[in-house]
């Protein structure tokens, strides 16, 4: 998340004027920011405030283009991804510590400088998985939406070619809806399985860290929903094969109709 998306989270923060909540959404939407940052940042109660607010905007959060790269948050030279690493901040410290000898005099604070490098680390990691369940959750919305598009086009008399292939197209549409809803459970389960950085639900010196170290910088909360991805996923598999079974007996009404002529 770039500067730009930093800024308009930090406006939407301070909103206070009424009405002009979609108007900094959306803006912060256009920076960048991901709805996740953005529910935090307004203090919504739930995401859905937030599309609401987006699609009173004209946005539509199903299109943002996937792929977007997140760069590491850094602070003060720390990003919890490569601080070990050579050329690090912790570099020293570590070699120093690993080799049993004492610590080069400019890593005497390593006792200090580790906790905010992994809550960095973690922090890091939890906004990146974030951002790929919003993405999949988009994507697995597009899939039904689709499902439900393909479906009307049948009845629609200025579609081009044959009833039979618009049935195809439809009942693959499904098949895409379930798959949709697999992947969007895997990645909701992998977030799922991360460390919360919350009081009480992680280790005292990490939140520490990421209370006094990370947030003061400016950054926004990484707080993780609260998702049973197997039970949502159950639930929208079931809704689907619900309607899907409906839907094809009103097609075999049609199929008889048509053998009959």
């Given amino acids: 998340m770039g500067t730009g998306a930093e800024n308009a989270l930090s406006a939407l923060r301070d909103w206070s004027v009424p009405g002009r909540?979609?108007?900094?959404?959306?803006?912060?939407w256009r920076a960048g920011a991901t709805v996740v940052a953005i529910a935090e940042a307004a203090r919504a109660k739930s995401r859905q405030t937030i599309y609401d607010d987006l699609k009173s905007r004209g946005i539509d959060?199903?299109?943002?283009?996937?792929?977007?790269?997140?760069?590491?948050?850094?602070?003060?030279?720390?990003?919890?991804?490569?601080?070990a690493q050579p050329g690090g901040p912790l570099y020293d410290?570590?070699?120093?510590?690993?080799?049993g000898r004492e610590a080069a005099p400019d890593s005497q604070k390593f006792g200090r400088m580790l906790a905010p490098s992994m809550a960095l680390g973690q922090y890091n990691e939890?906004?990146?998985?974030?951002?790929?369940?919003?993405?999949a959750r988009?994507?697995?919305?597009?899939?039904?939406?689709?499902?439900?598009?393909?479906?009307?086009?049948?009845?629609?008399?200025?579609?081009?070619?044959?009833?039979?292939?618009?049935?195809?197209?439809?009942v693959r549409a499904v098949d895409d809806a379930h798959r949709a809803?697999?992947?969007w459970k895997t990645t909701a389960e992998t977030l799922m399985s991360l460390a919360s950085l919350r009081r009480g639900e992680d280790a005292d010196r990490l939140v520490d860290a990421y209370e006094q170290f990370i947030l003061p910088a400016g950054?926004?909360?990484?707080?993780?929903p609260d998702i049973d991805a197997g039970a949502e996923a159950a639930e929208l598999h079931e809704a689907l094969d619900t309607e899907h079974a409906r839907r094809?007996?009103?097609?075999?009404?049609t199929f008889s109709l048509a053998g009959r002529n």
Avoid: C
Wanted: no cysteine; aromatic share 4%; proline share 5%.
């Fill in 181 to 183: 809803i697999d992947e």
């Fill in 219 to 224: 950054h926004p909360p990484a707080d993780k």
């Fill in 61 to 83: 959060p199903r299109d943002r283009p996937k792929g977007k790269n997140m760069t590491a948050v850094t602070v003060e030279g720390f990003n919890g991804v490569d601080d």
């Fill in 138 to 170: 988009a994507g697995r919305d597009r899939a039904l939406h689709l499902a439900d598009v393909r479906w009307e086009a049948l009845a629609d008399p200025n579609s081009k070619g044959t009833w039979l292939h618009g049935h195809q197209a439809y």
């Fill in 126 to 135: 939890l906004r990146a998985r974030l951002a790929e369940e919003e993405e």
């Fill in 21 to 28: 909540r979609a108007e900094l959404v959306a803006a912060a």
């Fill in 248 to 253: 094809q007996r009103l097609a075999a009404e």
């Fill in 93 to 99: 410290a570590v070699v120093a510590k690993h080799e």
